[in-house]
C-alpha cells in the first residue's frame, strides 16, 4: 500500500492556465504539508494543515490555494500557472512528532 | 530562525568506501534532526531521526549519524557503501512552535558512488 499518494506524477501545461495536484495519505496522520522543491533541488515548505484546518503559510503567491477536504487529503490549485512555477511538488504527512513522509512528487513544467 | 548547512554539494566515493556527510544547524535549542535521501525521480525517504537520548542514532541502509551539540552538528555515516547509495541526502531540522512544527532542509549532497 502507498503510504502518501500525489496525482499526477508529471503536469505540463502552458502558461496562464490553471492546475490541481491531489494528495491522500493512508497513514492516519493529522497533519499534511505541500513543499516545492526547485531546479537546484532546494526544498521549501509552503503550507500545513492539521485536521483540515491551515497551520502554516509561507510566503507564497495567493496563486497557491491548498484545500484539505477530510485529514487523509490535501490537493494544491495553482491558479494563472507562471514559468517559475516550474518544480517538483511533493506532498508529506506526519504524525504529532515532526517526522514527514513524503509522497513521490508532481513534476509541473510550464511552458 | 532556525538553518541548516550541508557544506559539500557533491560527495564522490568508491564503492566499499566508508562515508560521511556534514551538516550543522543554526539554533539556540536542541534541535530535532533528519536525514533523508531521495533517489534519483523519487520522493524523500527518511533515513534517520535524533529527538533526545543517544547522541548516536541508528537509521534505515546501514546508516547512523551522530548529534555534537558542542559542533552543532549531525552527521550522517556508513562504513561500506554501496551503487545503490548513489542519492541526494537532505538533512533538516524541525522546530516545535505549539503545533506548527515545520521541517528546514539543508540543500541537499549530491552523492557519486564510483566502482
Known amino acids: 500500500d502507498t503510504a502518501v499518494s500525489q496525482t499526477p506524477k508529471y503536469l505540463v501545461t502552458q502558461m496562464g492556465n490553471d492546475k490541481s495536484i491531489k494528495c491522500e495519505q493512508n497513514l492516519g496522520h493529522d497533519t499534511m504539508y505541500w513543499y516545492k522543491q526547485d531546479s537546484k533541488k532546494f526544498l521549501k515548505i509552503m503550507f500545513s494543515?492539521?485536521?483540515?484546518?491551515?497551520?502554516i503559510n509561507e510566503t507564497v503567491p495567493n496563486r497557491f490555494s491548498p484545500k484539505s477536504p477530510d485529514k487523509a487529503h490535501l490537493n494544491l490549485h495553482i491558479n494563472s500557472l507562471e514559468l517559475g512555477d516550474s518544480a517538483v511538488y511533493f506532498c508529506?504527512?506526519?504524525?504529532?512528532?515532526?517526522?514527514?513522509?513524503f509522497g513521490p512528487g508532481t513534476r509541473l513544467t510550464v511552458t | 530562525a532556525q538553518s541548516v548547512t550541508q557544506p559539500d554539494i557533491h560527495i564522490t566515493v568508491s564503492e566499499g568506501a566508508s562515508l560521511e556527510l556534514r551538516c550543522n544547524y543554526s539554533y539556540g535549542a536542541t534541535p530535532y534532526l533528519f536525514w533523508y535521501v531521495q533517489s534519483p525521480g523519487q520522493g524523500l525517504q527518511l533515513l534517520l531521526k535524533?529527538?533526545?537520548?543517544?547522541?548516536l542514532v541508528q537509521g534505515i541502509k546501514g546508516f547512523e549519524a551522530e548529534f555534537k551539540r558542542s559542533q552543532s552538528s549531525f552527521n550522517l555515516r556508513k562504513p561500506s557503501v554501496h551503487w545503490s547509495d548513489a542519492a541526494e541526502y537532505f538533512c533538516?531540522?524541525?522546530?516545535?512552535?505549539?503545533?506548527?512544527?515545520?521541517?528546514?532542509f539543508g540543500t541537499g549532497t549530491r552523492l557519486t558512488i564510483i566502482p
Open positions: 508529506a504527512s506526519s504524525p504529532r512528532g515532526y517526522e514527514q513522509y
Open positions: 535524533y529527538f533526545s537520548g543517544d547522541t
Open positions: 533538516a531540522v524541525a522546530i516545535s512552535n505549539f503545533g506548527n512544527e515545520k521541517l528546514t
Open positions: 494543515y492539521n485536521n483540515k484546518e491551515l497551520i
